[in-house]
Structures are given as C-alpha cells and as structure tokens.
C-alpha cells in the first residue's frame, strides 16, 4: 500500500514539473498505449495533410471525441475505447498541439 502512494506522489510530481503543457496532458497517458503519439501524428498527416488541417482535426477530436472522427482503426478504438472530452482550456489546448505538430512534423526536416 505505501508502494502504491509512493509511486503515485512521484508520477504526480513528475507531472506537475514537466516543461509544458504537452508534456503534462498527453506525453503520460499515451506511454500506456501500443500506438505511439508519432504514430498517431502519422496518421493524422496522412489523413488531413497541411498542418492547419491536421491540428484542427486534433483539436476537433480532443474536444468531441468520437469514433466516427477517429484517425485510430476499429480495432484500437474496440481495445483502448475513445478518450473522454479534454479537460483543457484553449490556451493549453493550442499549445499542447502546437509542440506536438512541432515535435512530429516532416516538413522542414527532410534533407
């Protein structure tokens, strides 16, 4: 039992220090699952193209999560289920996107 409390103040610590808001909001709950948030960014790019359109479709499903918007196959959305709405304001919303787009895009880094 105090295991348990110990490693869940360190995982809260972690998060309440972390550099920024895509770091506390997305980077944690996403090392749980198979598909890595490159992997998703993939997706995304494939399917929505332009950084415009790729970050306001994350920001879409972010906020109205559903499967039918989902970039993620039937078989993941069965297994991991859909996440629940955001719980994020605007500000730290766009900003966690913003360094995700940034973190993952191609465009620029191609030689």
């Known amino acids: 039992m105090i295991k348990k409390i110990i490693v869940l ?3 809260s610590c972690s998060l309440l220090w972390a550099e920024n808001a895509y770091e506390r909001n997305c980077v ?3 090392q749980e699952l198979p598909t890595s948030l490159q992997q998703m960014f ?6 929505y193209s332009g950084e415009k359109n790729v970050k306001a479709s994350i920001k879409h499903y972010l906020t109205y999560p ?3 918007i989902s970039v993620m196959s039937d078989l993941f959305i069965d297994t991991y289920g859909i996440k629940k709405p955001t719980y994020l304001n605007k500000e730290e ?3 966690a996107i913003d360094i995700y787009w ?3 895009k191609v465009f ?4």
């Open 9 to 11: 103040s360190l995982i």
């Open 42 to 47: 993939k997706r995304y790019l494939l399917m």
């Open 108 to 111: 620029g880094k191609l030689k």
């Open 102 to 104: 940034d973190t993952f």
């Open 28 to 30: 944690a709950c996403h």
């Open 93 to 95: 919303l766009d900003e």
């Open 66 to 68: 559903s499967k039918s």
